[in-house]
């Protein structure tokens, strides 16, 4: 079994605990992006679900580099030395997905201050790559916030994603000390950008754990409905090295259940709500179960 958080001692409860892959889907899928060297999130973040997800013959690729301009305090991806953009990357990840035989990809950024356009016209690129060397593929894009402008948003957008996801990450009194560079507003209006500007299914993602009350994630909930959103995840947050938030509180199975119930009854069309869930788990299936309306 392996934890994926244990930096500080403290015993985990059980439910954060998950067998390490061994599947032969998993092993082959494992073996294939070594070979074409595709930057996973799947692994830069020590997720808990890749064995499932890659049985299942689903991923998360990151473009634009491995640096990123921000320093969001429950991430693991490093700040600084960032690199311009290669002009090929997007061909390139189309070409070694066209190899990969998948039936949906979710592909993700760093955030890229640095560049005019936040990295938009990259990803618009990128995605229009993927669409035309990979026809039969779902394509899921987890873009960053660029600063709420709505420019730059509905580049991506205009590119035809079958999926545009933008996590929240946390309710809104936490926003300034879990990720200070960014803006709970900026969030909310790039969700409201691809729902209701360009009609795309509009997904997003809270941790939890990181001292949020019941009634914040209500709230935050509301906020989500309210500019569109169609899909949410909510899982667990477990920090990644010591010089990351403490967790505060590890919710227990039974209130993510009742976190579902609540996200439904409010208007959210479909709520994945687990210890382990991530924002790409089960997306395959959640895309799957929404009509594009």
């Known amino acids: 079994m392996n934890s994926f958080s244990n930096v500080t001692g403290r015993r985990l409860p059980d439910w954060v605990k998950v067998s390490l892959p061994k599947t032969e889907n998993y092993l082959r899928l494992k073996s294939l992006v070594r070979q074409y060297a595709l930057n996973t999130v799947c692994e830069s973040a020590s997720c808990p679900n890749i ?12 473009i634009l580099g491995g640096t990123c301009t921000r320093a969001c305090r ?13 002009a090929e990357e997007s061909e390139e990840v189309a070409v070694m997905l066209s190899h990969l035989n998948l039936r949906y990809t979710v592909i993700t950024s760093v955030d890229r201050d640095d560049l005019e356009d936040g990295g938009s016209r990259h990803w618009a690129e990128t995605i229009r790559q993927v669409r035309a060397k990979c026809p039969g593929m779902k394509v899921e894009a987890l873009i960053p916030d660029f600063r709420g402008d709505p420019r730059w948003i509905g580049e991506v957008c205009e590119a035809g994603p079958d999926v545009l996801s933008h996590n929240l990450e946390t309710v809104r009194s936490l926003q300034a000390s879990v990720r200070p560079q960014c803006r709970y507003q900026w969030s909310l209006d790039t969700l409201s950008i691809a729902r209701n500007k360009f009609g795309l299914i509009s997904k997003s993602s809270l941790m939890l754990g990181l001292g949020e009350t019941k009634a914040e994630v209500i709230q935050a909930m509301r906020d989500l409905v309210d500019v569109g959103c169609r ?23 039974e209130m993510f259940a009742e976190y579902k119930e609540i996200g439904e009854s409010l208007g959210l069309e479909h709520v994945e709500a687990g210890p382990l869930v991530r924002s790409s788990y089960h997306a395959d299936r959640q895309a799957a179960a929404l009509k594009r309306s």
Request: glycine fraction near 8%; include cysteine; charged fraction near 20%.
């Open 51 to 62: 064995g499932e997800c890659w049985d299942a013959g689903t991923l998360t690729i990151m």
């Open 74 to 86: 429950f991430c693991d991806v490093p700040t600084g030395n960032l690199q311009p953009p290669r």
């Open 231 to 253: 899909i949410l995840s909510l899982g667990q947050y477990l920090r990644p090295s010591r010089q990351h938030l403490e967790v505060v509180e590890y919710i227990r199975p």
